[in-house]
């Protein structure tokens, strides 16, 4: 079946602008997670997703982030008025179920803040 | 609290030496652990997996006991390949919430 996608696959953009990157995870994959990778660096967990409701948001960066889930299925991560160090690969992962089985990864977004 | 150390990279081998990347962690109980490749230009994608103590996950040539003496979960190869060249991150599930730990990631480099 199809894997996790995400859209755009790259996007540049200007400081101060907004930006919306989205994730399609796997159909029936209740739990989704968002991480971000800069160059060169491991993973940074941003917010997950158990259905529709978001119960961990500590890993958002600032109130410029933001995440919604609707109907159990396609989320969107939007960074509002975008800095340099935003720059980054934005990743979406889904899951059966939160903490017990593996993640399902997407290729990414790559953010490049100009 | 939990968390998992991995090895710095970057790894280079020549092709068909013997790989080891090592990876130790801290959990409360135990939870299944994950190593997980990201080949140059990809996501990540699971690699191989152990649900239980003393388990071995196996994959393309991979392997991976879950050593709870050790708290260790050490990722290896008998001979590796040019094609095994990415980055490899092993991960846990934080206890008691639904969040995974990720470590930093060691890049493997093989030359041919």
């Known amino acids: 079946g199809a894997g996790v996608s995400q859209s755009p696959s790259n996007k540049v953009t200007e400081k101060g602008k907004d930006v919306e990157l989205r994730c399609d995870p796997i159909?029936?994959?209740?739990?989704l997670y968002w991480y971000r990778q800069s160059l060169g660096q491991g993973l940074e967990f941003l917010i997950y997703?158990?259905?529709?409701?978001?119960?961990?948001k500590s890993g958002l960066p600032s109130d410029r982030f933001s995440a919604e889930r609707t109907g159990g299925s396609v989320s969107t991560l939007t960074i509002q008025r975008t800095q340099q160090e935003d720059s980054a690969v934005y990743l979406c992962?889904?899951?059966?179920?939160?903490?017990?089985?593996?993640?399902?990864f997407g290729p990414g977004t790559r953010l490049t803040v100009t | 609290g939990d968390s998992v150390t991995q090895m710095e990279g970057p790894v280079t081998l020549s092709e068909e030496a013997f790989l080891t990347i090592n990876c130790t962690y801290t959990?409360?109980?135990?939870?299944?652990l994950f190593w997980y490749v990201q080949y140059p230009g990809e996501g990540l994608q699971l690699l191989l997996k152990?649900?239980?103590?003393?388990d071995k996950g196996s994959n393309k040539g991979f392997e991976a006991t879950y050593r709870k003496e050790t708290t260790s979960f050490h990722l290896e190869k008998g001979s590796v390949q040019v094609s095994d060249s990415a980055v490899y991150f092993c991960?846990?599930?934080?206890?008691?919430?639904?969040?995974?730990?990720f470590g930093t990631g060691t890049r493997l480099k093989v030359l041919a």
């Open positions: 992962a889904s899951s059966l179920e939160n903490g017990r089985y593996e993640q399902y």
């Open positions: 159909s029936g994959h209740t739990a």
């Open positions: 997703f158990q259905g529709n409701s978001a119960p961990d």
């Open positions: 959990a409360t109980g135990y939870p299944s």
């Open positions: 152990a649900t239980k103590a003393d």
């Open positions: 991960a846990l599930p934080l206890a008691g919430t639904y969040k995974y730990i």
